[in-house]
């Protein structure tokens, strides 16, 4: 690459909980000799997934090519924050091969796509494509199409969550999906039909186990998805506010937990009676001297110890991510507190 080359950039989008991080981890495993930069950004105020990226940080990613911007939109902040983040990677004393950006799940990539025509940074970088992570047991069991409460003669009601994620295909130049394991054959299939029925264009839908995947596939598209806006139709055409005001998060700090099994049923019960589309954070219990970190999505709940506490606080918080009508903090904290107070399994 000469230096008056521009620097292709992969915006990998996708739903909460899609597998947006672990396919990034996949990647800085396996860069296929590039050097890369990535760049996190956290709905939420606590960020969790730049920590799980800084944690796979090696020579082909050092730590400090890995940058996080948590607690809201960069495309709402682009010259506060999202500029001056970009001109730092470009900056580096070792210029990157590639930059990966993660937005966060409730992203509108359409906007972020916008941002690249700002003049300090639009000679310099390239979108060399949009890849959308979708979970293909989530869309399989039909959780982002239309209200199917409605009667059938009825218009046809999009949700925010439906919109989000048209809107996230819509961007995309490859569609990956996650999780097939989970949906079996069937639920894949049904999935793959289900997204067809979204695209405003053909394109390739693959499937992805453990966010597995050479990345010769999906990084290298060169599609300069930036000049290519008109072929990537949104619900917010037109609009000027670029975050989804319909979402909102909360954190919870949490005592010691007995069990994971506790914690993990009181997340559960938040999806269930509160609504909570996303949980993620880092959980201390009693007597283990590793973080227990737990991610949810609705009530799908999964826990793995994956680092000592160290010689700091064993702090713990966990970030609530629902539809802003169902955020109520004293309701969230009290489920959320009667797992630290469980003795039992289920208690």
Same mark, same amino acid.
Do not use: W, Y
């Given at each position: 690459m000469t230096d008056l080359a521009k620097i292709p950039v &992969?915006?990998?989008? *996708?739903?909460? +909980?899609? +597998?947006? &991080?672990?396919?990034i981890r996949h990647l800085?495993?396996? =860069? +296929? *000799?590039?050097r890369l930069a990535v760049l996190v950004n956290e709905f939420g105020a606590v960020g969790i997934d730049g920590a799980l990226l800084r944690d796979c940080a090696d020579a082909n990613c050092p730590e400090a090519n890995i940058v996080e911007l948590a607690n809201g939109c960069i495309c709402c902040a682009?010259?506060? !924050?999202f500029i001056p983040t970009m001109e730092s990677l470009l900056a580096l004393p070792e210029r990157p091969d590639h930059i990966v950006i993660e937005t966060s799940g409730l992203a509108l990539p359409k906007p972020l796509l916008k941002a690249f025509d700002w003049p300090a940074i639009r000679s310099r970088i390239t979108v060399d494509g949009v890849v959308t992570v979708?979970?293909?047991?989530?869309?399989?069991? *039909? $959780?982002?199409? %239309?209200? &199917?409460?409605? =009667?059938?003669?009825? =218009?046809? $009601? !999009? &949700? %925010?969550?439906?919109?989000?994620?048209?809107?996230?295909?819509a961007c995309a130049d490859v569609v990956l999906l996650s999780k097939a394991d989970l949906a079996g054959p069937e639920g894949v299939a049904a999935a793959k039909a289900a997204i067809e029925a979204e695209l405003p264009r053909p394109l390739p839908i693959l499937t992805v186990s453990e966010g597995v995947i050479d990345p010769r596939v999906i990084l290298g598209l060169d599609a300069a998805a930036e000049a290519d806006l008109a072929s990537r139709p949104s619900h917010h055409d037109g609009e000027e506010e670029h975050e989804h005001d319909d979402f909102d998060s909360i954190v919870v700090e949490m005592p010691e937990v007995a069990t994971p099994e506790a914690v993990a049923a009181a997340v559960?019960?938040?999806?269930?009676?509160?609504r909570a589309l996303r949980v993620k954070g880092h959980v201390a219990v009693a007597g283990k001297p590793m973080r227990l970190l737990v991610q949810a999505v609705g009530e799908r709940v999964r826990t793995q110890y994956d680092r000592p506490w160290g010689a700091g606080p064993r702090a713990s918080a966990l970030v609530v991510i629902a539809e802003r009508d169902d955020i109520d903090a004293d309701a969230i904290r009290a489920i959320l507190l009667s797992g630290a107070e469980a003795e039992t399994t289920g208690a």
């Open positions: &992969t915006i990998v989008t *996708g739903f909460l +909980g899609a +597998g947006k &991080t672990t396919l800085m495993a396996n =860069p +296929g *000799g590039r682009v010259a506060d !924050e979708a979970d293909a047991e989530a869309v399989a069991a *039909g $959780h982002f199409a %239309p209200d &199917t409460t409605l =009667p059938q003669d009825a =218009p046809e $009601h !999009e &949700t %925010p969550l439906s919109e989000v994620f048209e809107d996230q295909l559960a019960r938040l999806a269930r009676e509160r």
